[in-house]
């Protein structure tokens, strides 16, 4: 199973980016998708039983999308705020495996208050949406 997280606020313009991404890619029997405002220990269980986890989330600045390989980290005290890297280890920990995972990030520079995406991250965010669409359908070459 491949298991997408989104993560931002939606109320921070560009931050939300992660779950914009999230709202537009299908759930089935092998894709979960998740939208987060904050990764929390709940998740933890999901990540250990999947196969693939891709955590997508804003990254201040310009520049392209980036993918980076990622793998568990330190393990933070579970009343703390967790980073991809902390829920992998997190995962290790308590179920013995952590899944192979990616952190994709997608340029932002708008993190004021406010609803929507400004120009340059939408039109990164809908390339990405396309991307991950192919790839999680099969269609990708």
Do not use: C, N
């Not at 392209?64 to 920990?93: C, K, M, N, Q």
């Not at 340059?120 to 390339?127: G, I, K, P, V």
């Amino acid at each position: 199973m491949i298991l997408v997280i989104g993560l931002g606020h939606p109320l921070r313009r560009d931050d939300g980016v992660g779950l914009w991404v999230a709202g537009r890619l299908p759930s089935t029997d092998e894709v979960k998708v998740l939208g987060a405002q904050d990764l929390t220990p709940e998740l933890i269980p999901q990540v250990a039983v999947a196969d693939l986890v891709i955590f997508v989330d804003a990254r201040p600045g310009a520049g392209p999308v980036r993918w980076e390989r990622i793998r568990p980290g330190d393990r933070p005290a579970l009343a703390h705020a967790f980073t991809p890297r902390g829920i992998l280890a997190w995962a290790e920990a308590l179920f013995g495996r952590a899944p192979e995972a990616w952190l994709v990030t997608i340029p932002a520079r708008d993190f004021s208050l406010g609803e929507g995406l400004s120009p340059r991250t939408r039109r990164a965010a809908e390339a990405l949406v396309g991307r991950l669409r192919a790839y999680l359908t099969g269609e990708a070459s």
